[in-house]
């Protein structure tokens, strides 16, 4: 113990001013992403999916400031665009997997026994699946397009959620103030659960929103780029990435910017989430 | 004994997962939107085309007595018939097997080789610029798709530089070399988000096992830091080593599928994705199943590698 005492006396004032520096450069890149899905027609200089056959795979120009794909349409446009649908539909996914799974949590939590039981042994074995396959093998089944992979990718995503929500509930279920309150006679989801436990569950979920919504927007440009997810000619990150691999050996750099995309927002997301778990943990305070 | 006990208890559990994982994979077939004999036959099929595909799929009878039926055959190695090509499923699965297995292991080897060194350096002096390094890499490590990064792999170093060979799989029983090469530039795309995770989990361990007692009475008897480093703290690191590497080989295979269509690989990621393509559904179902058999396998290793690194566990 000795050791972990005498380090935190020099520790922040070294670490203090780069993070920070990360930090606020993954805070900037997330209100950038956010503009360019609200903003997405009015920034972009043309029509995603307008073409022009005589200039295909241009490089980059005034007019194309991102060059030109391999039918003629705008890369910028598209990315543009493709920012706007992919993280929609990591939204979507992940706003599935909250609205099943929180309640299913809270309940595994606070209720136990056999429902608990029985729950915890069907996530077991929903997780025993790779995420990813098993979000291949529901849209397959269910026919591919993006709502469908979104909707796979929030069942993957689901267990997480709950195994998260139940732990947490089942910390808090054991809190003298849940036994106060249940002393003074509240029960069921009006007076108890609603009131009492839900507000102090949902801070690790809330840090935990970020890391699942990285996950969902790696997945839905894995699953557009297997023709499994968003259908072309609609641009996402996925699709894009699917069509410029295609002509690869013309034009090598077609690949890289919108594969940076996702790996910047995801690694801001990762980060931000990271910073929202250590703000909202009253230990570190 | 000991090992014999661990391992029945553990296939105790394992077993009533492995059915209702059967179960969920079954299932998955009553997603299909609509009747099954129309969504592959097409919707120009005659009547009695129609009729000929229920009846050899078993359509009109109750999903139970489907599963049982199917079930019964996975059990003896049967996987059905796909509907496409007339070849027992079982033998195509087998078939793409080996490549994807193959690629799961390089890119687990992988992974290790730069997660556990890194993680281990991070974690000397926790909060420096060293540590920082690693740990922004790592955070950066997780976020790069797997597939983008083979993309650029293959950019830069089949197209550009010409080191390894391009997408387009070389068949292992023409040339051995050559498909080993080939599997280079996959493993590494595949191993690199798995080196990254690894790295934050060993470091987290090595920092909590370097800051503890039995370490400080280590330096007291005179044992010199790297000696401590390696032989003590990293072998007491490895339980949540053994955890982490159980859940890499679970996102191994998942990345596996995306890969595999990157470099143009015939494993069972590819395999599923022609399948999809093609609606042979119970070839979908096969490789899910398998899939969720080899994550179920790991964790059967895992908990039982718990026991053998640790005597305490029972």
Known sequence: MSTTLSKPARKPTRTAPRRSAVIWLSYGILVAVAVVVLLADVLAPHAPNQQDLTSVLLGPSAEHPLGTDDLGRDVLSRLLHGTRVSILAALLAVGIALVVGFPLGILAGYVGGW???????????????????????????????????????????????????????????????????????????????????????????????????????IAEASLSFLQLGVQPPTASWGTILARSYTFLERAPMSIFVPGAAIALTVFALNIVGEEVQRLLDPRRR | MRIVSAVASRLVWTVPTLLLATLVAFLLQQLIPGDQAVALAGEYATDEKLAAIRAD???????????????????????????RTGQPVAEIVLDRLPVTLLLTLLALLIAIAIGVPSGVAAAQRPGTWVDRLFTTAATAGIAIPNFWLGMMLIAVFAVQLGWFPGPGGVDFADDPGNALRA?????????????????RQVRSAMIENLGSDYVRTLRATGLSHWSIVWRHALKNSSLPLATILGIQVSHLVGGAVVVEAVFGLSGIGSLVVEATNQRDYIVIQAVVLLAAVIVLVTNLVVDISYRLLDPRIS
């Open chain 1, 115 to 217: 429902p608990d039981a029985v729950l915890m042994r069907l996530l077991d074995t929903v997780m025993a699946f790779p995420a990813l396959v098993l979000a291949i093998g529901i849209t397959a089944m269910l026919g591919p397009d993006i709502t469908t992979a979104m909707v796979a990718v929030g069942v993957v995503l689901t267990p997480v959620v709950v195994r998260l929500t139940r732990a947490q509930t089942m910390a808090v279920a054991g809190q003298t103030y849940i036994e106060a309150a249940s002393s003074f006679g509240a029960r069921g989801v009006r007076r108890m659960i609603l009131p009492h436990v839900v507000p102090n569950v949902v801070q690790p979920i809330v840090a935990q929103v970020a890391v699942l919504i990285g996950f969902a927007l």
């Open chain 2, 57 to 83: 799929l078993g359509l009109e009878q109750p999903v139970l007595t489907r599963y049982l039926d199917w079930i019964g055959g996975v059990v003896t190695g049967d996987l059905g018939t796909s509907y």
């Open chain 2, 183 to 199: 599997l280079v530039l996959p493993s590494v795309a595949l191993g690199m988000v798995g080196s990254a995770e690894i790295c």
